[in-house]
């Protein structure tokens, strides 16, 4: 929700000329398109190991953390190129995981790079145990996202913390090494004060503290968006846990979020914050999900997280085959609207929160890619599409952040830690769970969930 605020900001700050667009499209062009007998497995394999590279290859290489953009181009805004994002460094580290487990990377060589990340959030700056939005890679400094949003980030830390207990889980069983791993990472889950940021006791949490502007920010967390892990966390905290009540009373307003509207025949179950004819971006299905299972999982407003999810994508998906606006490419193999990249109307390169009722024609490839445990069949079409017919659509990294077939086949040849970042370990769901396993497993996770009242027969979750 906040990068639909911030949207706007955010535009300014990263419009650039488009003629470097052009010359990476021209070198693109020459790149060998992708066979199309590959296989739909050989296919998940690559996008997944290409994925990777953002956080293993373009890492920042003091925290070894996820760097908040890597542009193939090498334009920068502010050189920020130590500027490392801790939301998109916790899908990092479940991507990473995903790399070990597939024998993408090696398993000690992953032991010995996570260990270095613990050792760097231990001594980084720290707000009431949250981390902030973004941190200077080399000093562990808090960078400002915005003036008075230099402090504490809630929602960027529990995205960090999930993959943070994903890595301990993974590992805690495991030798010397992956031992003393994994305790870092319980002292870091540890020591996050979850429940300081309910403002002295309000039945809410709050997205931001500062040690300078305080509650000024002033962001409740309330109503349906990308949200939901950081309530889930909060609660199976073991050290600084919140109550059920702040979770019904603020997140869900009281019941009020609940919604009966339908779009193409699908049930939406809740509001969407600002987007409720045909919901929000599709990282709204995603960002809590990298490690929540939302399969058969309810509480006691949603029978079912997964078809709140499938719909949700669904609808993203008919909107795009319907093309109301008409635009060039939309279509069945084509087709995802989400956060990301986007392309001003003057041809420079943006940011936006693209979803229905903000749609400018472009589709940013995690959209459609992050989908696959809700829609499988839609989002492999839009892979083999992608890969096989638009070579000029991929770098080294994977696909480009944004695309546009109906600007002449514009892409950017630039990637953001957050849209990367839930490529492999989403798809990863999708295959085996193993993400949501590990996550769903831990003892605190299943306390927490239980205390919610949430329930999940597959985790035995009562």
Known sequence: MKRIILSIAAASLLAVSCKNSQIAKQESDQKSVVKSNITDEQLMDKVQKDALKYFW????????????????????PDNDKHVITTGGSGFGLATILVGVERGFVPRKEAVKRLTTIMDFL?????????????????????VPFGKKDNGGDLVETAFLTTGIIQVREYF???????????????????????NWYTKGGEKVLYWHWSPEYQWEMNFPLEGYNECLITYILAASSPTYSIDAETYYKGWTRNGTYLSDKEKYGLPMYVKHNGAEEYGGPLFWAQYSYIGLDPTNLSDKLIKNYFDLNKNQVLIDYKYCVENPKQWKGYGPNYWGLTAGYSRNKDGSVGYNAHFPQNDHGVITPTAALSS???????????????????????????????????????????????????????????????????????????????????????????
């Open 57 to 76: 290859d373009y890492a920042e290489p003091n925290s070894m953390l996820g760097r908040e953009r890597y542009h193939e181009d090498n334009i920068y």
């Open 172 to 194: 805690k069983n495991g030798n010397a090494e992956e031992k003393a791993l994994a305790k870092k990472c319980d002292e870091l889950w540890k020591g996050i004060q979850w």
């Open 122 to 142: 231990a001594k980084a700056d720290r707000h009431k145990g949250a981390w902030s939005h973004w941190i200077n890679g080399e000093t562990g400094k808090t």
């Open 372 to 462: 696959f445990p809700y829609t499988p069949k839609e989002s492999m079409d839009f892979l083999r599409f992608i890969y096989t017919q638009k070579p000029e659509f991929i770098g080294s990294a994977g696909p480009y952040d944004a695309t546009s077939i109906n600007y002449d086949n514009w892409t950017t040849p630039r990637y953001l830690a957050i849209d990367q970042g839930t490529i492999a370990p989403m798809i990863e769901n999708y295959r085996t769970g193993f993400l949501w396993k590990l996550f769903m497993n831990a003892p605190e996770i299943q306390k927490g969930l239980e205390k919610l009242s949430f329930t999940s027969e597959k985790y035995n979750i009562k």
